[in-house]
């Protein structure tokens, strides 16, 4: 097995392997089109030249990213792969000099074996202003938020405007 930066062609099976798992909520829905616009964020996991597994990393700035659609096919689950893949990521991190790698999750023992430590939501607003405020969730998250380095002490995002805040129901 080995990673990979993805390349568009590779973004139908990035979002049938993230569909699989978007059904019940494990893993936040992504659209094809807005997989395609983002494909630069993202890693795959070969193996044999199939594509069993991917993850992305989101920028905020030096001071924030975070991983998301991480997920590996069940049938090679178990492998290895999904430490490889959070692995490449925080490489990718690294490589961009970022401070603090956040992501949200129903699974923290996963990442928990990797660095990662439970925080608060309210510790990255960033997040908050980008995904959470348009949530229907908001207010029953049932996501643990993790961290791995130094929490933030800025925010580069606005606050959302009252219409997008409207948007949760
Ligand atoms: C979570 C997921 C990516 C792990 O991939 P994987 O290839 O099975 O994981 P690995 O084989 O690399 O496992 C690495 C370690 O984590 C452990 N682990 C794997 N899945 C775990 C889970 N769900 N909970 C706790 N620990 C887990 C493994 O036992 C292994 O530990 P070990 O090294 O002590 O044996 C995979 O189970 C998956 O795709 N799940 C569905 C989507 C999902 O939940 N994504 C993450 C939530 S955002």
Not at 4 to 20: G, M
Not at 33 to 41: G, K, P, S, T
Not at 69 to 85: A, K
């Amino acid at each position: 097995m080995r990673t990979r930066e993805a390349i568009l062609p590779d973004a139908e099976r990035i979002h049938e392997l993230v569909s699989a798992y978007s059904g019940d909520g494990t893993l936040l829905p992504r659209s094809f089109a807005e997989l395609c616009e983002n494909v630069r964020d993202f890693v795959v996991l070969e193996d044999h030249r199939e594509i069993i597994g991917c993850g992305a990393l989101h920028l905020y700035g030096t001071h924030l990213a975070e991983i998301r659609s991480i997920t590996v096919d069940p049938v090679h689950q178990g492998r290895g792969g999904g430490e490889q893949l959070v692995k490449a990521l925080m490489a990718e991190a690294e490589r961009h000099h970022v401070a603090c790698i956040c992501l949200f999750t129903r699974r923290p023992e996963f990442f928990a074996q990797m660095g990662f430590s439970v925080a608060q939501r309210e510790d990255l607003p960033d997040k908050i202003n980008k995904d959470c405020c348009v949530c229907p969730r908001f207010d029953h998250c049932d996501e643990v938020a993790m961290v791995r380095g130094e929490i933030p002490k800025v925010s580069i995002l606005p606050e959302p405007t009252t219409w997008l805040v409207k948007l949760r129901v």
